[in-house]
């Protein structure tokens, strides 16, 4: 079974830096995708970036970008110039690419990010 | 795209109580996920339907738990006799059937058994 692990419960940054993520993440499967979901204080759980295991470019979007390192397992995600609604916790998600009958998502257990004015 | 809802928000049963939430996907959505999510975890697979069809179920869904999709749209999951364990916020998701797609979530709904 995949398993996911976030080594960071909880992390902070100042205003306008840039703060990294970790997650490494445990297969034996060679086509596979990750996800980071951001959930706001108020829940809802919302798609921040994704990856494509065969894509060798790592994926940005605006100030987030990954760092995916497929031999080492590892899955990072990088904010630059932090904003005060980035604070949040961050999950970082695994699903299989192998498709079948399930298209399930496993997630860490997330990573709690303050950030400070 | 108004996004997944789901009903109630919130829930507050007591113990051997039953209750039933609603989940609506995105409306061209095949594909529907339940999820559960305790204090401090991240969220946990429950089951998942392909149109009106369950294809997989976790586990962690006891004989107490049901879930179902009619005619492919919404869903509704049902614990019975609840207990305190079940305590937690239950995730609806749903995403298009192609390729590595996107899971969208909903809300949630929030059940606290007493």
């Known amino acids: 079974a995949q398993t996911v692990t976030q080594s960071q419960p909880e992390m902070s940054v100042q205003e306008a830096e840039t703060v990294t993520l970790s997650c490494t993440y445990d297969t034996s499967e060679s086509d596979y995708y990750l996800f980071w979901y951001k959930q706001p204080p108020s829940r809802q759980m919302i798609l921040v970036i994704r990856q494509e295991a065969y894509k060798q470019q790592n994926a940005t979007e605006n100030r987030f970008s990954v760092n995916f390192q497929k031999a080492a397992k590892s899955f990072s995600l990088k904010i630059s110039d932090s904003q005060l609604g980035d604070a949040a916790m961050y999950f970082c998600a695994y699903r299989s690419g192998s498709g079948g009958s399930n298209y399930k998502l496993t997630f860490g257990k997330g990573t ?3 950030v400070n004015p | 795209d108004t996004g997944v809802s789901q009903d109630p928000r919130h829930k507050i049963t007591k113990r051997g109580q039953n209750v039933t939430f609603r989940c609506d996907p995105i409306s061209e959505h095949n594909r529907l996920y339940w999820y559960r999510q305790t204090l401090g975890q991240g969220p946990e697979f429950l089951t998942y ?5 369950q294809l997989e179920k976790s586990r962690l869904l006891s004989d107490r738990f049901s879930a179902e999709r009619p005619k492919g749209s919404f869903s509704t999951l049902e614990i019975q006799r609840t207990e305190q ?3 937690a916020m239950y995730l609806c998701a749903s995403s298009l059937g ?3 797609e996107t899971q969208y ?4 709904t929030r059940l606290l058994v007493l």
């Open chain 2, 98 to 100: 192609v390729g590595g």
């Open chain 2, 49 to 53: 339907f392909q149109n009106e069809a």
């Open chain 2, 105 to 108: 979530f909903g809300p949630g």
């Open chain 2, 85 to 87: 364990g079940d305590s």
């Open chain 1, 112 to 114: 709690l990010l303050t």
